[in-house]
């Protein structure tokens, strides 16, 4: 497991936690030290490391010049194999009874090799409520001993024990935080990989480090760490939940295909938290940050089709959308829909469009025949009593789909839908000349224009 491979055991390999690491080198600086440290905050922010660095420092015979250990020293040594005689790590999962906890607080006391003993709690919350008052008991002797707690559930810490701690919440790393390991972890195994690959995984994962690294671990397997590969280890279907987003405004059935294909790929949990990333990251895209590679054409795909319409159904998507289950899933689907049929959502775009239409109206009589040949104008459609516009908007925003240029991305979502359902979808609404060769060149950027 690549987790406990590169745990990191000096405060110069952990990323992120500033904060927490200046105060425990301040502490380890002075070489003096409260009786009891808390370290509270979800599954895989670092506290059992950060607890760890911290005891293995304070035992040290030979710091670091950052108030790390060593790592060489005896202590150190007998510290990383797990048998100081001065440091007892004790699940708190395992077994939580006060005997227990008492038999290890005694043990303790009649050592006497070493100046400070440690005990380290993980997953302190587990402890009994007798077990939590020995430690209570504990904290008001005078004594050498140090407790470190470390927890996810910093609720479940009685209020008396946590004011006796000095405490530390520990935040979750950012993704470029997670980012950096992995990319890290890729160049010292020699592995190949894409930068974007990585985010995937990171997002597939939560953002936690070690699920990010087997993951990685995982995929390192299958070959190079690209977006293929990803897909394969993550179920992480990235063009097609686009291409759903890109599909909900004109083309129902072709986005509740994708709907279909995604539930049975993913969890519906992801599909949100993933059309949530999408389309923060368009409108991050709009305001001039830069992606890269496939993922950055595609966000451009987004960003030309729903402009300011990303925000609305942002919102939209946040207000309403229900975390697992496929009824619902499919119900918000059809409401965003149908906003857009009846212009609940993005009616600017059509608003625009009309103006733009009035100009060319009163600047050339051909433009009008043309809108005339074309079916109806938008204005037309606003004209239209309620109950009727609905269709005239779906045939007029796939009227203006076509005459925009992008289908390719639905005809490359569809190799993914496998042989059995390949000949069942549907037709598709508008074929390009383009092959797949020069689709990925688009996709890579290398397409030159004239060809
Ligand atoms: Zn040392």
Redesign the pocket.
Known sequence: MYGIEYRPVDFGTVLGLDDAKEILQAYLRQDQYDPAYLFAGSHATGKTTLGRIFA?SI?????KEDMS?????S??KQFLQGNHPGYIEYDSALSSNKENVQRIVDSLQYEIVTRYKIILFDEAHNLSKEAKEVFLKQLEKESNIILIFCTTEYDKMPETLRSRCIQFQLHEPTEQNVCHKLEAICKHKGFEYESEALTTIVRATGRHYRDAENRLRQISFLGPINQENVKKATSVYVEEVIALLLNLSYDLSKALQLADFLVSKMNIKMIYNWILCILNDTIKRSSGVSFSGRYDELLKMMQKQYSSAAYEILDYVLSRSRLNDITLFQSDLLIIHYKFLCDALAPKELKDLSKKENLDESKSDDSKNESDQGGKSIKDIHALPRGHREDAVREYRLSRRKEGTDDTLNERVGEAWGPEEKGEKAPLIHRTEISRKEFRKVLEGTLDDKT
Do not use: F, G
């Not at 250990?69 to 020293?73: A, D, Y």
């Open positions: 293995s035992l040290c015979e030979n710091r250990p060593c790592n060489e020293c202590s150190c």
